[in-house]
């Protein structure tokens, strides 16, 4: 098809609140030219994440109706398990309010003071609670996942030589590995099943857990359908199970892949570890078959996870963004090759090589988008990656800006706008200035940091 049809009809709207440039240049000065101050009702298209930001499906909102909120031993709790465990070969199934409590739950076992912790590419939250435990994150994506023009169909994968080397000189301090799908930070690339098999044979010869960090699973999937040699025929549900076959456990944000505005899990095959999670997560989530979470969110959820392995919803997903980044690359904007699953990602650093990557060119083009469109993006590059553990700090390997593209939230007309802003952004690049951090906080600097514009 050349028009790309969405498979579902709209029943409820939200207003927009329509702003002008002039207003949004006093909004951005008054939020420090941090995005993430800037209050939602000011956000024409809010691109900011894709994460708890989508719709819910009619069947969602009825599940929610159904929701169960006893404080233990909720029939909600057994729907979420049941369902998850239909798609992921896990015994223990912890519920979590979102990703991020996984993540530090899981890591305030496992992780601490001399640990180090190899991944493909960790997000921001993940090397957070990795850091703060005292132990430290290592990224070992490819090199085809370090170059935003290479079409490699999967350069969200693990380099399997250098996580060798890095296990055999730092086994003994390292308590599991990781492997993020698709991989957000490295453009949202997914990772191919022969790559997932391969990371978890490497963890599996130095009798290391193997944990995989989940959230989208479904796009990496669909990816691994399109492009992976004698996977066309299978079902998504298929290749999901076989990509978690043998795993050791899963930090999931059920905010992505599973359609939900709220809420997420860890799920775990050894009891001990399983124990220990369950008492951790009493003392900061929840009892155990609620979590962080309400009995009407775990239904939502549920749900949410049956129709988010629908192929037509999966085929018009990746095919939104893959339209938003043709488009992009024909107006001569650098983008990250191949277009993921759950958004485009713009290079920024190649767009303005006038600006250092240690004034932040990814800031600067993602203010210079909300003052001309009211589109709010976010920076992925120096500014969230770039500061090490002992304070210094430099160029983190991309400088890019992610357009997150909410689910079932916009139309194609919303995207045609912003494509012609950023047209019009394309005419004037070379005007744009680099930003210098004014005031940050000691962690994940990103959310709070204040910015000025360089003259």
Excluded at 65 to 82: H, I, K, L, V, W
Excluded at 94 to 111: C, K, V, Y
Excluded at 128 to 135: D, P, Q, R, S
Excluded at 163 to 188: I, R, Y
Aim: proline share 5%; with cysteine.
């Amino acid at each position: 098809m050349n028009t790309i049809i969405e498979p579902f009809r709209i029943k409820t709207v939200e207003p927009i609140r329509m702003t002008t440039v002039a207003e949004r240049e006093t909004i951005l000065h008054k939020a420090d030219y941090n995005l993430f101050s800037i209050a939602s009702r000011d956000v024409l298209i809010d691109l900011l994440t894709d994460s708890g930001t989508g719709a819910m499906s009619t069947k969602q909102w009825a599940a929610i109706m159904q929701g169960d909120e006893s404080y233990a031993g909720s029939p909600s709790f057994d729907r979420f398990e049941s369902t998850i465990q239909n798609l992921f070969p896990f015994q223990h199934i912890i519920p979590t309010h979102q990703g991020r409590a996984a993540e530090a739950i899981l890591f305030s076992i496992l992780a601490g003071n001399g640990k180090v912790i190899p991944s493909n590419t960790h997000f921001d939250t993940t090397r957070g609670n990795i850091e703060a435990t005292g132990a430290e994150a290592h990224d070992l994506v490819i090199e085809e996942g370090k170059d935003p023009q290479n079409l490699h169909p999967f350069k969200g994968n693990m380099d399997i030589a250098k996580l060798d080397s890095f296990l055999s000189e730092h086994g003994k301090n390292v308590p599991c590995v990781m492997l993020t799908v698709t991989n957000n930070a490295g453009g949202g690339q997914p990772v191919s099943l022969e790559n997932i098999r391969a990371t978890r044979e490497m963890a599996k010869k130095y009798g290391l857990p193997f944990i995989i960090d989940a959230c989208r699973f479904a796009e990496n999937a669909w990816f691994i359908k399109l492009r992976e040699k004698g996977q066309q025929t299978r079902s998504i549900t298929e290749i999901v199970r076989d990509m978690f076959e043998g795993a050791d456990g899963m930090t999931m944000s059920a905010k992505k892949d599973a359609f939900a505005n709220i809420g997420g899990w860890l799920a775990l095959n050894d009891d001990e570890l399983a124990e220990k999670a369950r008492t951790r997560l009493i003392l900061t989530e929840g009892f155990p078959t609620y979590g962080g979470l309400a009995g009407r969110d775990l239904e939502a959820i549920a749900q949410g996870l049956e129709e988010i392995i629908d192929e037509d919803y999966l085929r018009y997903r990746v095919a939104v963004n893959q339209y938003i980044g043709d488009r992009l690359h024909k107006m001569g904007v650098p983008v990250v090759r191949p277009v993921g699953g759950h958004a485009v990602f713009i290079d920024a650093r190649a767009f303005l090589p006038h600006i250092d990557p240690l004034q932040y060119p990814g800031q600067a083009l993602s203010c210079e988008m909300y003052r001309l469109a009211g589109v709010r993006a976010c920076e992925i590059g120096t500014v969230m990656f770039g500061r090490k553990p002992d304070g210094s700090e430099e160029p983190a390997a991309m400088d890019l800006v992610r357009l997150a593209i909410p689910r079932r939230t916009y139309t194609q007309s919303h995207a045609d706008y912003m494509l012609e802003r950023i047209e019009q952004i394309v005419g004037e690049k070379d005007k744009l200035r680099g930003m210098r951090i004014k005031w940050e906080p000691p962690a994940m600097r990103h959310f709070t940091a204040k910015f000025e514009v360089l003259t």
